[in-house]
């Protein structure tokens, strides 16, 4: 393999996850750029619906093995073959995860990482593997780092959202430092990092937006049809997110029973799973809303066309949690402007850098039910605004998140990390 077609190690948490469908889509565009992939997968797949897409990835996907003699003989194998081949640099990563154990007093954690890491490591030996890459900031990177050292070869991170506001901002230094270079998919995510972070080191950030694969949205094809229901006919309401508490899909659901206690006519469907599913259950219910508001669950992308393909508006209002938690910019936003689907959203994190309001889409203020259900009321009234706004926002996709692009800068900084 030539210095110019690195093979790229990619350290995922987990693979394949029905909610990263942005890791999955920068993964098939860098193979259709022939950057050779190898995945290691800190966790098994959950039993979940996937993506068709996953099965177009020709990259080998290394786990541990399942059963825990397995796994003690695969990781003890690992790091004795890492140890034998580069004593010195073996005892230097030994030393930055005890250094990291005491400093951080999660010696259990960090420990875990560690054992990880040598495993990916002879992954990487036997492999060669020439670059180590991880999305999220937390464990995926610190096993890329450990790694990386043990074999000598340059490592980088994407950070997102969670992985970046969640963690002290002297650790996400120090990851940083370490690094070969470090993406993130916001504008607002850069600013946030430089203003921490050495000067010296903000060259080293490069945005990087989360890329849509704009063949699963054809111009002026129609999608399925979503099945038939008891509401069909009325206009479609749609939202897709994991059901936890930065997404505001209480706050959704509120401004539904506003909009339904001014006697306007729809139904709502909102796709996703998470803890918070029984808790939004019964507030569907304490309003009166269950026969208009419905929660179906995961589903994989292809079922998901249709919804955005049908739907009159799609919704969705994030805000910051009290523990600092945020999204960056959600998949599901720039999927719904690629489908022509007129978006409403709240003005949180990197969303003004997708919509910017009156012209890809409206933004209304977070924790804010009242001005959501305004807004929509004003959407679904409006079929000229619709049209409008669907016709600027798939522009808005076509000219700075269309995957195969995206993926160009990615594999340029893959590329000049095994050059210098």
Same mark, same amino acid.
């Given at each position: 393999?030539?210095?110019?077609?690195?093979? =790229?190690?990619?350290? &995922?948490?987990?693979?394949?996850?029905?909610?990263?469908?942005?890791?999955?889509?920068?993964?098939?565009?860098?193979?259709?750029?022939?950057?050779?992939?190898?995945?290691?997968?800190?966790? *098994?797949?959950?039993?979940? $619906?996937?993506?068709?897409? =996953?099965?177009?990835?020709?990259?080998?996907?290394?786990?541990?093995?399942?059963?825990?003699?397995?796994?003690?003989?695969a990781v003890a194998k690992g790091h004795a073959a890492v140890a034998v081949r580069a004593p010195l640099r073996y005892l230097h990563a030994t030393g930055l995860a005890l250094w990291w154990s005491i400093r951080t007093r999660r010696p259990l954690s960090v420990g875990k990482q560690f054992l990880r890491s040598g495993y990916v490591a002879h992954g990487c030996l036997q492999n060669n593997i020439q670059h180590l890459h991880a999305h999220f900031a937390n464990a995926?990177?610190?096993?890329?780092?450990?790694?990386?050292?043990?074999?000598?070869?340059?490592?980088?991170?994407?950070?997102?959202?969670?992985?970046?506001?969640?963690?002290?901002?002297?650790?996400?230094?120090?990851?940083?430092?370490?690094?070969?270079?470090?993406?993130?998919?916001?504008?607002?995510?850069?600013?946030?990092?430089?203003?921490?972070?050495?000067?010296?080191?903000?060259?080293?950030?490069?945005?990087?937006?989360?890329?849509?694969? &704009?063949?699963?949205?054809?111009?002026?094809?129609?999608?399925?049809?979503?099945?038939?229901?008891?509401?069909?006919?009325?206009?479609?309401? &749609?939202? %897709?997110?994991?059901?936890?508490?930065?997404?505001?899909?209480?706050?959704?659901?509120? +401004?539904?029973?506003?909009?339904?206690? *001014?006697?306007?006519?729809?139904?709502?469907?909102?796709?996703?799973?998470?803890?918070?599913?029984?808790?939004?259950?019964?507030?569907?219910?304490?309003?009166?809303?269950?026969?208009?508001?419905? #929660?179906?669950?995961?589903?994989?992308?292809?079922?998901?066309? +249709?919804?955005?393909?049908?739907?009159?508006?799609?919704?969705?209002?994030?805000?910051?949690?009290?523990?600092?938690?945020?999204?960056?910019?959600?998949?599901?936003?720039?999927?719904?402007?690629?489908?022509?689907?007129?978006?409403?959203?709240? +003005?949180?994190?990197?969303?003004?850098?997708?919509?910017?309001?009156?012209?890809?889409? #409206?933004?209304? $203020?977070?924790?804010?039910?009242? %001005?959501?259900?305004?807004?929509?009321?004003?959407?679904?009234?409006? +079929?000229?605004?619709?049209?409008?706004?669907?016709?600027?926002?798939?522009?808005?996709?076509?000219?700075?998140?269309?995957?195969?692009?995206?993926?160009?800068?990615? *594999?340029?900084?893959? %590329?000049?990390?095994?050059?210098?």
């Amino acid at each position: 393999m030539t210095a110019t077609t690195p093979t =790229v190690g990619y350290v &995922l948490k987990r693979y394949p996850r029905l909610s990263e469908t942005f890791i999955l889509n920068e993964m098939r565009a860098l193979e259709r750029l022939d950057t050779p992939l190898h995945i290691f997968s800190l966790l *098994r797949p959950e039993d979940a $619906p996937r993506h068709s897409t =996953v099965s177009e990835v020709r990259a080998t996907v290394t786990y541990l093995p399942l059963t825990w003699p397995r796994i003690i003989l695969a990781v003890a194998k690992g790091h004795a073959a890492v140890a034998v081949r580069a004593p010195l640099r073996y005892l230097h990563a030994t030393g930055l995860a005890l250094w990291w154990s005491i400093r951080t007093r999660r010696p259990l954690s960090v420990g875990k990482q560690f054992l990880r890491s040598g495993y990916v490591a002879h992954g990487c030996l036997q492999n060669n593997i020439q670059h180590l890459h991880a999305h999220f900031a937390n464990a995926p990177a610190t096993v890329a780092r450990l790694a990386g050292v043990m074999c000598n070869i340059p490592y980088s991170f994407t950070t997102h959202a969670k992985d970046l506001y969640l963690t002290p901002k002297e650790a996400m230094r120090r990851r940083i430092e370490s690094a070969h270079f470090v993406l993130t998919c916001t504008r607002y995510n850069v600013e946030y990092l430089r203003g921490f972070l050495p000067r010296q080191d903000w060259d080293k950030i490069h945005l990087v937006y989360h890329g849509i694969d &704009l063949a699963a949205f054809p111009q002026g094809d129609s999608f399925a049809d979503v099945p038939p229901g008891e509401n069909a006919g009325l206009p479609l309401l &749609l939202s %897709v997110g994991r059901l936890v508490p930065k997404k505001g899909m209480r706050d959704l659901v509120t +401004a539904c029973h506003l909009l339904h206690s *001014r006697g306007i006519a729809f139904r709502c469907v909102i796709i996703g799973e998470g803890p918070l599913r029984q808790e939004l259950e019964t507030h569907i219910a304490e309003l009166g809303l269950t026969a208009m508001v419905t #929660l179906p669950g995961a589903m994989a992308h292809d079922r998901l066309l +249709a919804f955005y393909g049908q739907a009159t508006v799609f919704a969705l209002a994030p805000h910051v949690t009290e523990d600092g938690d945020r999204d960056g910019i959600p998949n599901v936003l720039a999927e719904a402007m690629a489908a022509g689907t007129p978006v409403v959203s709240t +003005a949180v994190s990197g969303i003004p850098e997708l919509i910017e309001d009156g012209r890809t889409g #409206l933004l209304v $203020p977070p924790r804010d039910p009242v %001005v959501l259900a305004d807004t929509l009321e004003r959407v679904l009234a409006d +079929a000229p605004l619709r049209r409008r706004l669907a016709a600027a926002s798939r522009g808005k996709i076509e000219e700075r998140f269309e995957c195969w692009e995206t993926a160009k800068a990615l *594999r340029t900084l893959f %590329v000049q990390s095994v050059q210098q």
